[in-house]
Structures are given as structure tokens and as C-alpha cells.
């Protein structure tokens, strides 16, 4: 019988995160980079990965990572590397990746289109089972791996049991499209439009703005102050 992705997140949940003490934001928000990490060195052949190897491929410090995985138990001995298949498995277990999620999309514009053209997504899991938008010149056209639907299908979606929303339309329709996701069960929204949204508390939500993250980088380059690669 095939596991669902609320099945495993209940599982996650009970055998897993309550484990673990608070965990910094930072830290979670390294943990799929590590991932990234321990699969570029697998495939370079190492079934074996110390901190040290890990930090050189990422950039970053082997303090910080060791600082990182304690948050979440033991994680091998000092010294020794840590066993690659069980490295990846742990850390995809660690961020309820493990059993995949659906996500659908909602606003095939400029950026919409490319996040549906990005294949990247699918080595983390993430499946994009549908996409929708109001413009009738886009419905019923092909994109990716979907076909645009009418915005006014999300409610069908309930049994499909959608994990993920993203929502990549203009700043003034994105409350209506959180509140849409959030009434079929979505439990994780990644928004691109730059407002802030209000969700149910049992809604996780992640705004990503580029701009802003253009905006800091004059900063280092005027006061000179160095940042991480990935910070
Ligand atoms: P766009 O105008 O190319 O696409 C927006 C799409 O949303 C259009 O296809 C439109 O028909 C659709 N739409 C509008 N209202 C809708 C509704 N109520 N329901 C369903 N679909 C609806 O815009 P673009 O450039 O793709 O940007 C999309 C959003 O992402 C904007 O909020 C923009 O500010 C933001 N953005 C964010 C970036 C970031 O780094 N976070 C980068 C680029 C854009």
C-alpha cells in the first residue's frame, strides 16, 4: 500500500521532530543544503563524508555544520565520516522529505512559467501535480508537466491531497489565493508575491522576495563585511 504524504508527516511528527529541542531557523534553513552537499559528494564517489568534506564542497564551515546536525542527535563519531546513504537519509528524514509532496501552482505568469520548467524540484520530492491562473489565454495550454486550469478549480483539488502551495500572482490576489489553499488542506505555502499573507496557524508559510536579497548585497560590497556564500 502506497504511503501518503500526511500518513508519513504524522509519522515524521510523532517518531521525529518531537525529538528535538527548538531549532534555530538558520539551521533548518541549511539542512537541505547539506543535503545538496552529501549528494554532490556521493556522486563524486564518497560513501563516506566527514564535516570537513562537506564544508569544502559547500563553502562553508565544518564548525557549522557539526553545530547544525547536534541540534538533532547524534550523528556519528568525531573524526569519523559519516556513512553518505545514511548521512542523506537522515537529513531528508529531518525535513519530512522523505514520502514526496504535491504542490500545486497558482499564477502561470513570468515567474510561474519558469518554476514550472524547473525540473530541480523533483530531486527534493516535490511533485507539481496542477497549476492555475484566471486568464482564459493561458487555461487549457500545456506547461511543464501540467495544463492550466481556472483558478476557480483549486476547491476539486481536496482528495488529491495537496501538501504544498505556491503562489506566484500579484500582490493584491495573493491573500485570496493563501485563503483558497488553506481552505483544501494545503499545510505549506511558498509565496513570491511581495505582501505579506495571513494564514491559519496551521499553515507554514515561506515568502521568498529576490529583491530584497538583491537590496542587502550593496551592503557587504560598501562596508566590506563578509557573509557566508549561502546566508
Ligand atoms: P505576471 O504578471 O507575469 O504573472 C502573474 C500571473 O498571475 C498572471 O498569469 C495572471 O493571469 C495570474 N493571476 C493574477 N491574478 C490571479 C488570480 N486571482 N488567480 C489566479 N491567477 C492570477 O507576474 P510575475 O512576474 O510572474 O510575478 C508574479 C508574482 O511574483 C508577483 O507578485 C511578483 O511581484 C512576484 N515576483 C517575485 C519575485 C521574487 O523574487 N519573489 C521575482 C519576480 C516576481
Request: include cysteine.
Amino acid at each position: 500500500m502506497r504511503t501518503s504524504s500526511s500518513d508519513c508527516e504524522r509519522k515524521h511528527n510523532k517518531g521525529c521532530l518531537m525529538r528535538y529541542r527548538r531549532v534555530p531557523d538558520e539551521t533548518v534553513r541549511r539542512m537541505p543544503l547539506y543535503l545538496r552537499g552529501v549528494r554532490i559528494l556521493t556522486e563524486q564517489g564518497q560513501n563516506s563524508i566527514c564535516s570537513k568534506s562537506l564544508a569544502d564542497c559547500l563553502g562553508m564551515s565544518a564548525w557549522q555544520i557539526r553545530k547544525d546536525f547536534s541540534y538533532f542527535g547524534d550523528f556519528g563519531k568525531p573524526g569519523v565520516g559519516y556513512d553518505a546513504a545514511t548521512l542523506e537519509r537522515r537529513i531528508n528524514k529531518i525535513l519530512n522529505l522523505g514520502c514526496g509532496h504535491n504542490v500545486v501552482l497558482v499564477g502561470v505568469g513570468n515567474l510561474g512559467s519558469a518554476i514550472l520548467s524547473f525540473n530541480g524540484f523533483r530531486q527534493y520530492g516535490f511533485n507539481i501535480i496542477a497549476a492555475f491562473d484566471c486568464d482564459a489565454k493561458k487555461i487549457g495550454k500545456k506547461k511543464g508537466p501540467v495544463v492550466v486550469e481556472d483558478v476557480s478549480r483549486i476547491a476539486k483539488l481536496e482528495s488529491k491531497r495537496v501538501g504544498l502551495g505556491i503562489i506566484a500572482v500579484p500582490a493584491s490576489a495573493a491573500q485570496g489565493i493563501a485563503d483558497a489553499l488553506a481552505a483544501i488542506g494545503v499545510k505549506g505555502i511558498l509565496n513570491f508575491a511581495p505582501v505579506r499573507i495571513s494564514v491559519p496557524k496551521k499553515v507554514r508559510i515561506v515568502t521568498i522576495d529576490i529583491a530584497i536579497e538583491l537590496a542587502r548585497l550593496p551592503y557587504y560590497m560598501a562596508s566590506g563585511q563578509s557573509q557566508g556564500a549561502w546566508e
